[in-house]
T-cell receptor, first 111, second 113 residues
Framework: AQSVTQPDIHITVSEGASLELRCNYS??????LFWYVQSPGQGLQLLLK????DTLVQGIKGFEAEFKRSQSSFNLRKPSVHWSDAAEYFC?????????WGAGTKLIIKP | NAGVTQTPKFQVLKTGQSMTLQCAQD?????MYWYRQDPGMGLRLIYY???????DKGEVPNGYNVSRLNKREFSLRLESAAPSQTSVYFC????????????FGEGSRLTVL
């Protein structure tokens, strides 16, 4: 069965520290991969996406993600988080109406 | 530059009441979706419309109906609301499958008592 797993429900990091959010998937073909961010009370916004090519993709707000086919993972990273990064982050796999969503990881920033 | 606009933002209903959530996009996108978001469950697709004049069921369509009124507008109707439909509802649009990016509205928080 196709699925997306975000193992961490919550992650707490100090402002200025590095961040890695995990995403693992089970999917039949080489997938399209996405990370979206949801700020409190807002809709979701695309951070970055991977379709093909270079497995390290750059996104908005200083985020990057690396596609590792052998590990079926697409982890999101940021070298130094800011208080404004506090939000919920969703990994998604697939395309269009067939997107499969992870349950989300809530990022909490400690001052 | 409104993007995707949803109304209302908040609504409280009693069990058995009906209501319609409205969604409009001004980006000339072909496809529009309705999702519900529940804690710990990510987004679940209720209905989608691949193009004007077509609608299809998603993962969780029971208890809902939709209308793609024109290219801009896609409404979601609850005919007889149930407490299990308490959720945050998101409308999204997508220009085409290749681009892949979904554009979301700000959500409609619905509580059914």
């Amino acid at each position: 069965a196709q699925s997306v797993t975000q193992p961490d429900i919550h992650i707490t990091v100090s402002e200025g520290a590095s961040l890695e959010l995990r995403c693992n998937y089970s999917y039949g073909a080489t997938p399209y991969l996405f990370w979206y961010v949801q700020s409190p009370g807002q809709g979701l916004q695309l951070l970055l996406k991977y379709f093909s090519g270079d497995t390290l993709v750059q996104g908005i707000k200083g985020f990057e993600a690396e596609f590792k086919r052998s590990q079926s993972s697409f982890n999101l990273r940021k070298p130094s988080v800011h208080w404004s990064d506090a939000a919920e982050y969703f990994c998604a796999v697939g395309e269009g109406y067939q997107l499969i969503w992870g349950a989300g990881t809530k990022l909490i920033i400690k001052p | 530059n409104a993007g995707v606009t949803q109304t209302p933002k908040f609504q409280v209903l009693k069990t058995g009441q009906s209501m319609t959530l409205q969604c409009a996009q001004d980006m000339n996108h072909n496809s529009m979706y309705w999702y519900r978001q529940d804690p710990g469950m990510g987004l679940r697709l209720i209905y989608y419309s691949a193009s004007e004049g077509t609608t299809d069921k998603g993962e969780v369509p029971n208890g809902y109906n939709v209308s793609r009124l024109n290219k801009r507008e896609f409404s979601l109707r609850l005919e007889s609301a149930a407490p299990s439909q308490t959720s945050v509802y998101f409308c999204a649009s997508i220009p085409d499958r290749v681009t892949g990016e979904l554009f979301f509205g700000e959500g409609s928080r619905l509580t059914v008592l």
